[in-house]
């Protein structure tokens, strides 16, 4: 494959080269590469789009999601790769699901798909998982997402327990018994609308504990969609005090504010909650400097009945696969927050290193991920034509920029849009 007359964003900068590619991987990059190919001029090229925080709901939950359903919606955004969350039913929390999921993976033959393995047996909290074998079996991390571990001996032994075999621990920061219900953040808007809140601290303490057992470890630990200005800041000053610590945000907690909630949409539900004004500044201050590594969607799809429901009963999560590139480059690089080589590392090549994964990068010899891009079209969000089978979004009618054409894995299309 050669694709010719394309812009391409390398960590050097941004340049015009055309890329060919051989045995699934990029085998040439030169200003004139002879040959027929398939014209890209006036579009951007990324190295494939790497989403380490996804929620594909099989095994367990098929109704919200699948693997072929959340694979479709992986390529449509652009995204090569994706790491899939453990709050399955089963959990993944044993080689056999965690096989299961490499397994159906390869049969739907669209992206790469990365299983994260589950800290404790079935999320209780109580014993930890089977790491060594899930780790045989192909997990690339493990997290107990949805909840954290409040055991901090036990968070302890997982951090060294998956360090002894290679792995992270991807942190849900959020002290259960502090948030007490809570459905929002707590401020102004769960004053007006009576809405239960949940204060900042209930996630920055799991931070703080986080950071305070990787600085003792010595280990390296992940804290996963921080959402508050406190929580940038705690991250920002373990880094300088050289603690061994990544962070992750959403395109929710840099487009939206707690404001969204006035509205009771439960598709503005989601945990860690919107925040307020100076949340939102903050987290867009960390993208920029470097204190947040990179930007996940935290794709959480849930059937219309898991939403259509009273605020306080609906589930949380919004699905963001489909949006996440669109609203990362509208709201960072148009605004100039961000670089495209930065916004590239925050979507790409971060991800990649943070979890040992192959790829991330635009050069000979690496695999050919590639994600083709108009950075020009302006469209609209349509939860109506999601590949996704959730459609519960807060961003239907937004408009953007940048959408997907193409979504080259392994020097195959994956994803090509469809022409009018």
């Known amino acids: 494959m050669i694709l010719k007359n394309a812009q391409l964003v390398t960590a050097a900068g941004v340049k015009k080269l055309d890329i060919r590619t051989e045995g699934g991987v990029i085998a040439e990059l030169s200003p004139c590469i002879e040959g027929e190919g398939i014209d890209c001029s006036g579009y951007t090229v990324f190295a494939g789009l790497i989403d380490m925080h996804v929620h594909l709901r099989e095994p367990g939950f ?11 919606a992986a390529v449509k955004g652009g995204f090569t790769q994706i790491c899939c969350m453990p709050n399955t039913k089963p959990v ?11 397994s159906r993976a390869r049969e739907v033959n669209l992206c790469k798909i990365h299983p994260i393995g589950a800290i404790t047996e079935g999320q209780n909290g109580e014993t930890l998982s089977a790491i060594g074998a899930m780790k045989a079996a192909g997990a690339v991390a493990l997290s107990e997402d949805g909840k954290s571990v409040e055991r901090t001996d036990l968070m302890a032994k997982a951090m060294q327990y998956a360090s002894d075999f290679g792995l992270k621990c991807l942190c849900h920061c959020e002290d259960r018994r502090l948030v007490d219900g809570g459905v929002v953040h707590e401020g102004y808007y769960s004053t007006v609308t009576g809405l239960k809140g949940s204060i900042r601290a209930a996630e920055d303490i799991l931070i703080a504990r986080e ?7 010595g280990i390296p630990v992940h804290i996963c969609h921080v959402s508050t200005y406190s929580g940038v800041e705690l991250i920002r000053e373990a880094k300088a005090r050289g603690v061994q610590v990544t962070a992750e945000t959403c395109p929710h907690y840099f487009t939206l504010t707690d404001a969204a909630i006035a509205t009771f949409d439960t598709s503005t539900k989601v945990n860690p909650p919107l925040r307020e004004e100076k949340d939102r500044l903050a987290v867009i201050q960390g993208l920029k400097d470097g204190t947040l590594d990179v930007i996940a969607s935290d794709h959480a799809p849930h059937h219309a009945d898991d939403k259509n429901v009273e605020y306080d009963l609906a589930a949380f999560g919004i699905s963001g696969l489909e949006t996440s590139f669109a609203l990362s480059y509208t709201e960072l690089v148009r605004s100039g927050a961000l670089t495209l080589p930065e916004l590239a590392a925050k979507m790409s090549a971060n991800p990649a290193q943070i979890l040992g994964l192959t790829g991330g990068a635009l050069e000979v010899g690496a695999p050919a991920d590639l994600t083709v891009v108009d950075l020009n079209e ?22 953007v920029y940048g959408r997907v054409k193409l979504t080259v894995v392994d020097g195959e299309v994956k994803y090509e849009e469809k022409r009018a």
Request: overall charge positive; hydrophobic content about 35%; some cysteine.
């Open 62 to 72: 098929e109704k919200k999601e699948d693997i072929a359903s959340g694979a479709r």
């Open 92 to 102: 993944i929390d044993n080689k056999v699901v965690v096989s299961y999921i490499r």
């Open 211 to 217: 950071i305070c057992l990787s600085e003792s470890l």
């Open 378 to 399: 302006k469209w609209t969000v349509d939860p109506a034509q999601f590949a996704s089978k959730g459609k519960n979004t807060p961003f239907a009618g937004r408009e």
